[in-house]
């Protein structure tokens, strides 16, 4: 079983439209949270860091729940600038970085 | 302010052969890390310097790979002798290295190899 599971879509939808990304994760003692974005045949770039009482930055919302070990990201009035691959990762306490695999949003007009 | 750079950006390779590729991170970042995307799975971490010291390389996949970054500035990953597995994107990031989780790694553009 993957530590990072995430939906690989893709995720089709208009622009303007609402979408949703889920994320779970396997290590109960994973400390922090993050959305990446990746831009085809790109470098993943830091989208926003998740926190437990749930951060918000401009369109997009991310929250995560330690219960059920799972973090979402919200995108609200996409753009077409939104189309990329989303990668849910998670820290240890070790540095290194738990990618998973991506979920790709298309935008369309 | 410059980000993190990556040599070569493409390199294709026949099986067997040695490739070297070069990480400099972003100037003033203690750590530096690299990771891989092969085709269709997901980015792994392989190894994490904090200046020239190895801090953790439990992600290397075997000793065909050696990671070396003299003087704790830029770093090199060379795969000898190179096998088709070994296809993939190379990705070096770097960071301050802030305690607790709050450290945000930058990611290079990546080296993409083929091993025909």
């Known amino acids: 079983r993957k530590e990072v599971e995430q939906d690989p879509g893709p995720f089709n939808v208009p622009e303007g439209a609402t979408v949703a990304f889920n994320c779970t994760y396997s290590n109960s003692a994973s400390q922090s949270f993050f959305w990446y974005r990746q831009d085809c045949r790109k470098e993943p770039k830091l989208l926003m860091s998740v926190y437990s009482s749930g951060n918000e930055d401009g369109r997009f919302t991310a929250q995560l729940n330690r219960a059920s070990q799972y973090i979402s990201l919200l995108i609200r009035d996409s753009k077409l600038s939104d189309s990329a691959t989303y990668l849910c990762?998670?820290?240890?306490?070790?540095?290194?970085?738990?990618f998973g695999s991506g979920t790709r949003l298309l935008v369309r007009p | 302010e410059a980000g993190v750079t990556q040599f070569p950006s493409h390199s294709v390779i026949e099986k067997g052969q040695t490739v070297t590729l070069r990480c400099d991170p972003i100037s003033g970042h203690d750590n530096l890390y690299w990771y891989r995307r092969v085709m269709g799975k997901e980015i792994k971490f392989l190894l994490h310097f904090v200046k020239e010291s190895k801090q953790d390389e439990s992600g290397m996949p075997n000793n065909r790979f050696l990671a070396e970054r003299t003087g704790g500035t830029y770093s090199t990953l060379k795969v000898q002798p190179a096998e088709l597995e070994d296809s993939g994107v190379y990705f070096c990031?770097?960071?301050?290295?802030?305690?607790?989780?709050?450290?945000?790694?930058?990611f290079g553009p990546g080296t993409r190899l083929t091993v025909l």
């Open positions: 990762v998670v820290y240890h306490s070790s540095y290194k970085l738990i």
């Open positions: 990031a770097s960071s301050f290295g802030l305690a607790g989780g709050t450290d945000t790694q930058y």
